[in-house]
């Protein structure tokens, strides 16, 4: 009688000792799980951040100073631009200065643009960032006048022929002075060939 009390004691000990423990980790797994959850509603959330975008553009010449100064490639210069909150251009930074009036041009010229301002979770916000204005050169003119070797006299009527890398050809004929023009010629290397009835066809680099 007495063992088996002793053995039913140490059962219920047993027992409320396993319920004990199983309230316990029960009771640890809720915790860490609120622990969890408070801390992801507690991380703030990031911003959504929209660029700014481009809502009038304001094109650039290539200078007249570049072309005194016999620049004839294309030429880019890199800005940086401050925009404030309604779009407009505040600030303005040459990044790689290139000289030949290419700067001020590039300057003047972004002060005219108007952009979509950035926005932060919808709201506009001032912004700063990257802009190139690209010059490519402008198309030029190729005049001349065709005469006869010892320059007596100028050929009417002859054929001038203005021909490209790729082969591509352009044609003009002489006036009663001899003179010939040939408008928007881009920037390169030309070859022309003059072809004259009673003369030797004459062909140079240009």
Known sequence: GVT?????????????????????????????????????????????????????????????????????????????????????????????????????????????????PATKDGKPMPSRFKYAYTFPPPPGRFVGRVISRRGDRPIAGATVVLRDGSNAERNATTDAAGAFRFDDVPFGDWRVRVHAEGFVDEESAE
Do not use: W
């Open 4 to 116: 088996s009390r002793r053995e039913q004691m140490a059962k219920r000990f047993l027992l409320a000792l396993a319920l004990a423990t199983l309230a316990l980790l029960v009771g640890s797994r809720v915790a860490i799980a609120q622990n969890a959850q408070a801390q992801a509603q507690a991380q703030p959330k990031a911003p959504v951040i929209t660029p700014p975008s481009l809502k009038t553009d304001s094109p650039a010449s290539y200078p007249e100073q570049a072309l005194t100064d016999g620049v004839r490639e294309a030429v880019t210069v890199t800005l940086t631009l401050t925009v404030d909150a309604t779009g407009k251009v505040t600030d303005v930074k040459v990044q790689t200065p290139r000289g030949h009036g290419f700067d001020e041009a590039a300057v003047s010229a972004a002060s005219g643009l108007v952009f979509v």
